[in-house]
């Protein structure tokens, strides 16, 4: 039974593990643009909620299951927080935006609030209480 895995691919087409081309999505130029559009303007709305000392980046990837979508924000203390998803293209009509500006700003607040809890819990281990 073992060549009746997913893992066993099609011989002379597909290598075991991977994917067949055909079912990965391409993007279309528009499309691309349009998300990396809409990831650089979650990384600015991250940026405005944050003072200068975060670093906001994000990121459009293609991994087996179609685009990969990334924004990561670096606290001056503590640990990266990270928000990443896979968009659904074929919902979307063109020249329409990829992220609806109400995730982009869910997306933007909960990457600024988890980077301040993170610098907040960062400094509660390290500062010694002066009086109880």
């Given at each position: 039974m073992n060549g009746n895995t997913p893992y066993a691919g099609l011989p002379?087409?597909?290598?075991?593990?991977?994917r067949a081309a055909a079912d990965v999505p391409d993007l279309s130029r528009t499309q691309k643009r349009s998300l990396h559009r809409d990831v650089s303007?979650?990384?600015a709305r991250t940026r405005d909620f944050l003072p200068d000392e975060y670093v906001v980046d994000s990121e459009v990837s293609q991994s087996m299951t179609g685009p990969q979508v990334t924004?990561?924000?670096?606290?001056?203390?503590?640990?990266?927080v990270s928000a990443g998803f896979t968009p659904d293209l074929e919902e979307v009509a063109a020249g329409d935006a990829v992220i609806t500006a109400d995730e982009r700003d869910e997306v933007a607040r909960g990457l600024a609030a988890s980077a301040a809890l993170q610098v907040k819990q960062a400094i509660s281990d390290n500062v010694t209480p002066t009086a109880k």
């Amino acid at each position: 039974m073992n060549g009746n895995t997913p893992y066993a691919g099609l011989p002379g087409e597909t290598g075991a593990g991977q994917r067949a081309a055909a079912d990965v999505p391409d993007l279309s130029r528009t499309q691309k643009r349009s998300l990396h559009r809409d990831v650089s303007r979650i990384a600015a709305r991250t940026r405005d909620f944050l003072p200068d000392e975060y670093v906001v980046d994000s990121e459009v990837s293609q991994s087996m299951t179609g685009p990969q979508v990334t924004v990561a924000v670096r606290p001056p203390i503590g640990h990266a927080v990270s928000a990443g998803f896979t968009p659904d293209l074929e919902e979307v009509a063109a020249g329409d935006a990829v992220i609806t500006a109400d995730e982009r700003d869910e997306v933007a607040r909960g990457l600024a609030a988890s980077a301040a809890l993170q610098v907040k819990q960062a400094i509660s281990d390290n500062v010694t209480p002066t009086a109880k």
